[in-house]
């Protein structure tokens, strides 16, 4: 059972790039999240999405795109990467049960734009 | 919106000794908090958490504590080991679930040997 699977791993990008970051989950949660996580800053909610062709925003949207065309897939777009971008991404589900609330995080992706 | 105070930012105890991380919540309408740990390299993973309807839940070695009335809720690991060596983050939910949860900035904590 792979959980929550987050590719690539590592990144490196330079200022102006593009780039997609992929989360995948085989635990059939409704569920999903994009966070940032920064030295001191403990994690930040970019983008989640309660379900198939849903998305919010959360705390820190700005510069970041998703896409959850399919339940198990949420994806993180950067359009134009920026230094300020550089940081470690988790991606993160959940079961659509309110009384629950635990969340199955991936290992993480460590972006670095220059 | 909710704001989630944690400290320490790093704690280091003596292996076998208690470790206990504090964190404060600032609106009282949250009534799920979890705790995360969090290893090197590796995602966070929920370890204990504890509702507004209960002020104390233990498992094993670690114990959370919540104070309602003062909106502080802590964490207590017991005979600490060096796999405890991790950061830890405390959170803060009004939903009852994983939607609108907001982290602390972690503790990181360090086992001596």
């Known amino acids: 059972n792979a959980g929550v699977t987050q590719t690539p791993k590592f990144r490196v990008l330079k200022t102006g790039q593009s780039m997609t970051l992929l989360c995948a989950q085989d635990m059939n949660h409704e569920y999903m999240y994009w966070y940032r996580q920064d030295p001191g800053m403990g994690l930040r909610l970019i983008h989640y999405?309660?379900?198939?062709?849903?998305?919010a925003k959360g705390e820190v949207p700005d510069g970041y795109n998703v896409s959850r065309l399919k339940k198990q897939n949420f994806l993180l777009g950067l359009e134009s990467a920026a230094p300020s971008q550089t940081s470690v991404y988790f991606c993160?589900?959940?079961?659509?049960?309110?009384?629950?609330?635990?969340?199955?995080f991936g290992e993480g992706s460590r972006l670095t734009v220059l | 919106g909710e704001n989630v105070e944690q400290h320490p930012s790093t704690l280091s105890v003596q292996e076998g000794d208690s470790a206990v991380i504090k964190c404060t919540y600032s609106?009282?309408?949250?009534?799920?908090f979890p705790w995360y740990k969090q290893e090197l390299g590796k995602g966070p993973q929920l370890i204990i958490d504890?509702?507004?309807?209960?002020g104390e839940k233990k498992d094993q070695r670690i114990a959370v504590t919540l104070n309602k009335t003062a909106k502080h809720f802590s964490l207590h690991i017991t005979e600490t080991q060096p796999e405890d060596s991790a950061v830890y983050f405390c959170a803060a939910s009004k939903g009852g679930g994983a939607d609108g949860l907001t982290f602390g900035k972690g503790t990181h904590l360090i086992i001596q040997p």
């Open positions: 999405s309660v379900g198939e062709g849903t998305t």
């Open positions: 993160a589900s959940s079961y659509y049960n309110r009384a629950t609330g635990e969340l199955f």
């Open positions: 504890i509702r507004s309807n209960v």
């Open positions: 609106d009282s309408a949250s009534n799920y």
